[in-house]
């Protein structure tokens, strides 16, 4: 996994005063590649396409299947809105799977349900994304779209073809739920990401610390606010479905997403603890730069103070106040006699020494030369 640059942003789809049910497809959305797999407890079913026609063929083929309909890409309308016709989907529900801005969330209708959840991944230029991934459930049927073609749930595939566990068994919405908390792990395996990169930030503090450090603390720290904004509202998507009565979502679908929601409340705890550390991180480099100025200004005042006073006794025999007026050779009153004394700019030197000697002493007494 590559190391996190930047969080990437993502612009709003759509025209301010737009009529509700209207969706417009983004220039840069990806065309749709479907998979369809058709399961029961002795066989898994498999075919590819592009448009509605390989859907509706693999749905009167298989009758006495479940169906999972993966659509990647959501740069169709045509495929969006074919969907919402054949399945009387609401065009408002089509609306949030094409406006990919949307919160996590789940709602329910009269005869399927809406649920939306964020995928987050890190690209190979260290941008973190936030991707939207919906499902819409129905009694035997589970439409998922998302806007990327990564495989996130290649592990779900596995055990689908594998046929071990209840996966096969218990219908869509234990799928759903399947899908779901791959999505959750993931948040796991970013979080494990930031805390290496949060170790390895400590670790040139203290060995070998500079101003990036602050910068790469303060990346990771915007990384775990995009994901704080994500498993707050998935979090409570959970508590949502957990609470319904929907006869999609059965007691024993029920039982697996307590298990989900206590991994949601795993990860916030997570984003919490390392929101604190990455804090700590800036305020130490802060605090170590403030000493470091502290320590410089420290030596710079010794400095000054030893050569204050030397200062001033040059200053005071730098105002040539002559004892013996040179022209007329007379005495001058209360001028300075040192002005001829033999050697006296060696006793000058030689007591300017003395004072600055007895300021080390007492500086050293002190400690303030261990203390630098």
């Not at 805390?195 to 990384?223: C, F, N, P, V, W």
């Not at 130490?284 to 420290?298: A, F, H, Q």
Request: charged share 25%; proline share 3%.
């Amino acid at each position: 996994m590559s190391h996190i640059k930047r969080v990437h942003r993502k612009k709003v789809n759509r025209n301010v005063g737009d009529r509700p049910g209207v969706f417009v497809i983004s220039a840069d959305a990806l065309k749709p590649v479907i998979h369809v797999y058709s399961y029961n407890e002795k066989e898994v079913v498999i075919d590819k396409g592009h448009d509605i026609k390989i859907v509706l063929a693999q749905l009167k083929k298989c009758k006495d299947h479940t169906h999972w309909i993966q659509i990647q890409g959501l740069g169709d309308a045509n495929l969006i809105n074919d969907i919402g016709e054949h399945l009387n989907i609401n065009p408002l529900v089509l609306e949030d799977i094409v406006n990919t801005h949307q919160r996590p969330k789940f709602d329910e209708y009269d005869d399927y349900v809406f649920s939306v959840s964020r995928q987050l991944f890190i690209s190979d230029g260290g941008e973190l994304h936030n991707k939207q991934f919906s499902a819409l459930v129905k009694s035997n049927l589970i439409i998922s779209f998302e806007e990327t073609y990564i495989k996130t749930f290649d592990v779900v595939k596995t055990r689908l073809q594998a046929g071990k566990g209840v996966i096969r068994a218990a219908g869509p919405g234990y799928l759903c739920y399947a899908l779901s908390d791959v999505i959750i792990d993931n948040y796991f395996v970013l979080l494990a990401k930031i805390g290496d990169d949060l170790d390895d930030l400590e670790d040139r503090l203290y060995k070998h610390a500079d101003k990036t450090i602050m910068y790469d603390a303060q990346q990771l720290k915007r990384s775990l606010i995009a994901l704080r904004r994500v498993t707050w509202p998935e979090r409570d998507k959970l508590n949502d479905i957990l609470r319904t009565d929907n006869p999609y979502v059965t007691a024993e679908v029920k039982m697996y997403l307590r298990d989900a929601y206590d991994h949601c409340i795993q990860v916030m705890d997570m984003i919490e603890n390392y929101k604190e550390i990455s804090n700590s991180v800036i305020d130490l480099y802060l605090s170590m730069v403030s000493n470091r100025m502290n320590e410089i200004m420290k030596v710079l005042t010794i400095i000054s103070a030893i050569f204050i006073p030397l200062t001033f006794v040059a200053g005071i025999y730098g105002m040539n106040f002559a004892k013996v007026d040179p022209v007329s050779n007379k005495a001058m009153p209360d001028n300075m006699p040192e002005l001829y004394s033999p050697h006296g700019y060696y006793w000058a030197l030689a007591g300017m020494s003395v004072i600055a000697l007895i300021q080390v002493v007492i500086f050293w007494k002190k400690g303030w030369f261990t203390k630098l």
